[in-house]
């Protein structure tokens, strides 16, 4: 089993920033993809970026040039910097590792609000 801890949501302003981190609880080997997806009210979850074999990276036009994904091996962390931020970025933020043999594991969410 695998858990995931998720931590950097909150609320800020337009055109501010965040990063969010999500680390796994123990030491994974076979991780196929890490990343981020999001809901938001009434809506359906979304992808918003995804590194898979560590290194090709996807990332929903929404917010491509705005978000970045990284990926610490070492810490089987992975990351996602949010700059210039939206009212419509405005979501529950969820973790998920897809593992090779073991399937695909979710984070409990960490709520993001982009509001004045």
């Known amino acids: 089993q695998v858990e995931l801890v998720e931590s950097g949501g909150g609320l800020v302003q337009p055109g501010g920033s965040l990063r969010l981190s999500c680390a796994t609880s123990r030491t994974i080997y076979g991780v196929y993809a890490m990343g981020w997806y999001r809901q938001a009210p009434g809506k359906e979850r979304e992808l918003v970026a995804r590194?898979?074999?560590?290194?090709?990276?996807i990332y929903a036009d929404s917010v491509k040039g705005r978000f970045t994904i990284s990926r610490d091996n070492g810490k089987n962390t992975v990351y996602l910097q949010m700059n210039s931020l939206k009212p419509e970025d405005t979501a529950v933020y969820y973790c998920n590792v897809v593992v090779n043999g073991l399937g695909s594991y979710w984070g409990q969410g960490t709520q993001v609000t982009v509001s004045s």
């Open positions: 590194i898979v074999s560590g290194v090709s990276t």
